[in-house]
């Protein structure tokens, strides 16, 4: 048999058409019933989470804090606003925190969920920094500048308002900067002079410090500017000012390229 003969032979044996495969048709049903088990599943997911009492708020916990009766009725107080404020998932930190804020002895407020129904609140208290004196009276002032209350006999740095500006709990009397000056001229003070502090006072003009020693004389500095290097140039006019036989009056070192003594 030819080549010619054999490859018509077998295009003859073999069909040119070849018949579609039918294919096997899902029932519609199934796919309106996989979208149902989904809504199901998640109107079951909500319910759980929102109005089943799961999520509710029960425990509250208060750490740090001298009162916590106090803490936990702030909280009580803001879930018991509607229901689902007290769901735990939905209860809002930063109204608590704004809420606690007008506290003054409460530097800072950490607030935690712990699920199911557990609130921590972790309280920052504010640390005394120094005694503001005025009118008479003597305030405790924390490290951010706010009175936390009225003074007793606590051994801190101590400052006199000559302007006798009427304070009271929650105020803020100076700037973070302010006191972290001060304090830092009254701890790096004696080891500068060999003197003790006997007097700190402010006036109208918050920065302009004076400070009077346990040797008579007086430095006026400048609380906007670096405390340490104001001290370090008060040891150096103190080295000048003793070959002087007059007595040393004041020293001060409020401006940026000179110091004057008398």
Known sequence: ?????????NREATPLVYS????????????WLAIFIVISLF??????VFFSHLFD???????GYQNPEKIKEAVWEQSGEGRLKNNIILFNKQTLRSTLSGDPLLADVYVRKILPNKLVVEITESRPSLIWSTKGDNYLI???GAVLGKATTEKLPQVF?????????????????????????WNGFTPATATKITKISIFDLITDIHVLSSSGWTVYLDASKDPKAQLDN?????TEAKKSPQKLEYIDLRLDTKAFYK
């Not at 579609?20 to 796919?31: A, D, H, L, Q, S």
């Open 1 to 9: 048999m030819s080549r010619l003969e054999n490859l018509k032979q």
């Open 20 to 31: 579609r495969t039918e294919v096997n048709k899902e029932p519609r049903f199934k796919g």
């Open 43 to 48: 109107t079951l997911l909500i319910y759980i």
């Open 57 to 63: 708020i029960k425990y509250v916990e208060v750490v």
């Open 142 to 144: 924390d490290e951010r």
């Open 161 to 185: 308002d000559s302007a006798d500006i009427v304070i009271a709990r929650g105020d803020k009397v100076a700037s973070p900067t302010f006191i972290k000056f001060i304090t830092e001229v």
């Open 234 to 238: 008060l040891t150096k006019v103190l």
